[in-house]
């Protein structure tokens, strides 16, 4: 039976990591209604790694050429100006860089607050109709023919840092908030796109990092944890090339109705239960 919830928590966290519907709030939710309690700390890892590894290969271009460039990045920093204006890779690892500072910062001094919300059923249903609302935002903005690679600032980084550290709270779904605030400041589709799921990689490690100082056992076995894990990537590939392709089309404020729908849904069970 393990490997079964195992599954489904990986087929959710695949589906919902990407699409701007939040995975931590629909983990939380399906825990709570499900019964299935604390997947614990092994399988949350697991799981995040599956979606890390997903955005890996869907952009393993970038994360080459990222990890060529970073050696010799500081010797390129007196010239910063002239890597901004090029759009080269050292300026996305600038931009990166600065965007992870200020989500690590947010999440460091909101952590206990962050957690709490995790077991409020009406506190995730609101989320869940705040992320829709910010998504059918993204509709007074065009993202076509928006700001490129070298005309990105380290302003624009640091907001969209912050909304990806207020994104922590179940229901705020972090692709959507990211993304939609990159097409808010200017961005285009495809650079809102791609520096966001960047921007996820050093978010979800550091992350699994801080979880790990609280290790513990897995309450699943060894063949549900790899069972969870691979259906997360698989999903979570698949997910990410549709979100891109939706992106492209600028039909990213679809997804607005869904978190609204089960936004109320939330918030209707937790007064009537």
């Not at 600065?98 to 506190?123: D, M, P, Y």
């Not at 990410?240 to 939706?246: E, I």
Request: with cysteine.
């Amino acid at each position: 039976m393990d490997v079964i919830h195992a599954v489904i928590l990986g087929v959710i966290q695949g589906l919902t990591e990407f699409l701007p519907v939040s995975s931590s709030g629909h983990l939380a939710v399906t825990q709570i209604l499900m019964g299935f309690g604390d997947s614990g700390l092994v399988m949350d890892v697991c799981l995040h790694m599956g979606t890390l590894l997903a955005i890996l290969v869907v952009f393993r271009k970038d994360v080459l050429d990222i990890v060529r460039v970073v050696p010799s990045l500081p010797g390129k920093i007196r010239n910063l100006d002239t890597q901004k204006k090029a759009g080269s890779t050292s300026w996305l690892v600038v931009l990166i860089a600065c965007g992870t500072v200020v989500t690590a910062i947010v999440g460091l001094l909101g952590e206990k607050v962050f957690v709490g919300l995790f077991t409020s059923l009406r506190a995730i249903g609101f989320c869940f109709l705040i992320t829709g609302t910010i998504l059918w935002l993204t509709r007074l903005s065009s993202g076509a023919n928006g700001k490129e690679l070298s005309e990105m600032t380290v302003k624009d980084a640091l907001t969209i840092g912050l909304t990806q550290g207020l994104a922590i709270a179940p229901g705020i779904s972090r692709s959507g908030t990211t993304i939609s605030t990159a097409l808010f400041l200017g961005l285009d589709r495809e650079l809102a796109a791609r520096y966001s799921f960047l921007l996820f990689i050093p978010a979800v490690v550091g992350a699994t990092i801080l979880e790990l100082r609280h290790w513990e056992s897995s309450p699943f076995s060894l063949s549900a944890v790899l069972a969870g894990s691979l259906s997360a990537f698989v999903v979570g590939y698949a997910a990410l090339k549709f979100l891109l392709d939706v992106i492209k089309r600028g039909a990213f404020h679809y997804f607005s109705f869904y978190c609204w729908l089960l936004g109320c849904s939330v918030l209707i069970y937790s007064f009537l239960r």
